[in-house]
């Protein structure tokens, strides 16, 4: 009952002084909850066990006779408990209200214009190409309305080549003030459709990602004109940013057959959440804005180094509503390493904390206070650095320096600890339809806090970061080096933990504890996070394919000598492809053949030798690795059925069994690798 009084409060009071419209209000007959029941009683129980366990913390846990250093230590670890939950009901309170709108049916005739920008810098011609070959082959009932434009803000010739090639506009200006954000406005100001698609210059467009979109803005002026009265306008539609390639964590901890994209949750979850605040985050690609929203506050923002969530909040807070979708629309590419890892968060995290600064979120004008606390809970995100040190180095205090943070004993652990941790892991893994667990969390919040944490502070008192790097998103092979540099804060906590151990266990022997044990328990916890992020460092070699479509299509084989079999891929990339023969029919190696693939939609024939044949471990049957030696002119076609579908990495968590198993499968590659 408390956790619906306080989730039924919390909702109830921010509604009666928040009067900005959002997308919802457009359905005034359709008040329909996308969350399940189910959802929402896990959501209520976890917020229950929280309450209880933080009132237990604040009463009885706080070890107010051991000293002035206890006290601080174990304040600062509760402030930073309290102030997690606190983010916790604002994104509970979205995910309530969160629902589920379809695609609108309009007519052929009421598509409009379009103008899409895919803003570059730096970018490789081969990856342009793939970007405006997605955009060549969008659908759309007139295709003269789409209109593709090229915004090298580098001014290369060789760019300027690829658009004539390629029948699309190219835009240069002769410097480049207000970086990408300049850029766009430059291509604005030469254009005139009134919808504009942003696309970063790796991300490629589905050709379905139009027809899925465009029709969202058709239908709210239609709804705007059945309803009378105020129009709610929509400004910005932002789809998820989706990648086909393994991230750095999928990729260096060997899970890229078990573990989503480490952005999936907050693009297909979060963000779709706060379209039932109208706060929904603009995320500078795969986004469609109207231009009418974006002329309204005089184009894009180029005063922060996050362009894109400074431009969002100014729409939102112009009076336009915001919608998010959960599908993948587009996808492009992750950063290789680690070090570019963290320099794009750094960005992210910086930009973010600076804009909030500049645009004063909680007392800017046109923001309700529903969207000022999505906002904040945005901002507050970035300073999980200090937040992760915190309870990090609580443990360690009471481990190595005998200082404690807690008071508890075994009983309380069951009644308040425990609850609260299970149904904290069970709500995350449910709301996020298992895209995330506390264990994934841990790893990459862990796995950033050190390297993070001093550029956030420095942004905390002021000290802005102005220019930035672009991030490194090319394809070529990084030859991987041990980097002890970015490793030392890791081992360095590893080195303290290890000497917590030590003295934990002669405490256990001298004398049994539940404090003792429980110490122990959440000192494992960390160790694990530690050493992962460790892992993480210490990478993989980065393959020279690294997009793999695991698709089943079917194919046509025929050898030279004219005879003809069936089959299906199972794996396909760029300048490859394996293949599973019907009947068990076999091809040579060194035998060249003509693969003909047709999905339906494309089309193409391929002239390819087979590299192995690689027979099936219990089975007679075997799979054929090919290489394509010429794509007899169907390679835009090809690129097209390795790209226009949703990537076949892992959508949600697989076989995601806990800590043990994944830290010895990173153990045993690790050893197997190093054999080599």
């Not at 405006?132 to 090298?152: A, E, F, M, T």
């Not at 046109?366 to 000022?372: D, E």
């Not at 790893?443 to 991030?471: A, C, D, N, Q, W």
């Amino acid at each position: 009952m408390s956790a619906l009084l306080i989730l039924s409060v919390t909702g109830v009071l921010i509604s009666k002084v928040s009067k900005n419209p959002t997308y919802g209000d457009l359905f005034r007959n359709d008040r329909s909850s996308k969350v399940s029941v189910l959802n929402r009683i896990v959501i209520l129980l976890s917020i229950f066990f929280t309450v209880m366990y933080l009132l237990w913390r604040i009463l009885y846990s706080l070890p107010l006779k051991k000293g002035i250093v206890p006290i601080v230590a174990g304040a600062s670890l509760l402030a930073v408990e309290i102030l997690g939950f606190i983010e916790s009901l604002i994104m509970y309170e979205d995910l309530v209200n969160m629902r589920s709108y379809e695609v609108p049916k309009i007519d052929d005739d009421e598509y409009p214009d379009v103008d899409i920008f895919i803003a570059t810098y730096n970018e490789d011609e081969d990856l342009l190409f793939r970007t405006v070959n997605g955009c060549r082959h969008l659908d759309y009932p007139d295709r003269s309305k789409v209109h593709i434009w090229l915004c090298d803000d580098n001014r290369r010739p060789q760019i300027r080549k690829l658009a004539k090639k390629m029948k699309v506009g190219y835009f240069d200006r002769a410097d480049n003030e207000g970086a990408k954000a300049g850029n766009l406005n430059h291509a604005m100001s030469l254009t005139s459709s009134p919808y504009v698609v942003t696309l970063d210059a790796d991300m490629i467009p589905r050709s379905c990602f139009l027809m899925k979109t465009i029709p969202y803005f058709v239908d709210a002026e239609k709804r705007n004109r059945q309803n009378g009265g105020t129009p709610v306008r929509l400004g910005l539609l932002q789809t998820p940013q989706s990648f086909y390639d393994p991230d750095v964590f999928q990729y260096a901890l060997y899970s890229e057959n078990n573990a989503p994209n480490e952005q999936d949750f907050f693009y297909r979850t979060i963000e779709v959440a706060k379209t039932s605040t109208n706060s929904v985050i603009y995320g500078g690609s795969n986004t469609v804005i109207s231009r009418e929203a974006l002329e309204a506050i005089g184009g894009f923002y180029t005063g922060s180094i996050t362009e894109d969530f400074a431009t969002g909040m100014l729409i939102e807070s112009a009076g336009f509503v915001s919608l998010a979708l959960p599908e993948p629309l587009a996808s492009g590419m992750v950063p290789k390493t680690y070090q570019e890892h963290i320099k794009q968060r750094t960005r992210w995290g910086r930009g973010v904390i600076s804009t909030a600064r500049q645009l004063h979120i909680f007392t800017r004008k046109g923001l309700s206070l529903r969207q000022k606390l999505s906002y904040w809970s945005s901002v507050v995100y970035w300073y999980s650095p200090i937040k992760n040190l915190i309870y990090m180095i609580s443990p360690l205090l009471y481990a190595v320096f005998n200082i404690p943070v807690l008071i508890c004993s075994w009983s309380e652990l069951f009644v308040f600890w425990l609850p609260m941790f299970i149904m904290q892991d069970l709500t995350l893994r449910l709301v996020s339809r298992g895209s995330i667990s506390t264990k994934w969390s841990g790893i990459y919040e862990t796995s950033v806090m050190p390297h993070l944490l001093v550029p956030i502070v420095k942004e905390l008192f002021g000290v802005t970061l102005s220019r930035f790097k672009v991030t490194d998103k090319s394809q070529k092979r990084i030859k991987q080096k041990r980097d002890m540099r970015s490793m030392m804060p890791f081992l360095i906590l590893l080195a303290a933990h290890i000497l917590g151990f030590c003295r934990i266990i002669w405490l256990l022997s001298r004398e049994p504890s539940i404090g003792l044990v429980s110490i122990l328990f959440w000192m494992v916890r960390n160790c694990y996070f530690i050493i992962m992020s460790i892992f993480l460092i210490d990478g993989r070699e980065i393959e020279k394919e690294t997009v793999k479509v695991k698709g089943f299509e079917p194919v046509r084989v025929t050898e030279e000598s004219s005879e003809t079999y069936d089959g299906l891929t199972t794996l396909m990339t760029e300048h490859s492809m394996k293949l599973f023969l019907d009947d068990a029919q076999t091809l040579e190696t060194g035998e060249k053949a003509t693969v003909h693939i047709d999905t339906g939609k494309y089309e193409a024939e391929l002239l390819c030798i087979v590299t192995d044949v690689i027979l099936l471990s219990n089975s007679d049957q075997q799979i054929h690795k090919l290489e394509i030696i010429d794509y007899n002119g169907c390679y835009e076609e090809y690129l097209q059925i390795l790209y226009d579908r949703i990537p076949t990495l892992p959508q949600s968590l697989q076989r995601d069994f806990g800590i043990l198993r994944h830290f010895w499968r990173n153990i045993a590659f690790r050893i197997a690798r190093s054999e080599k």
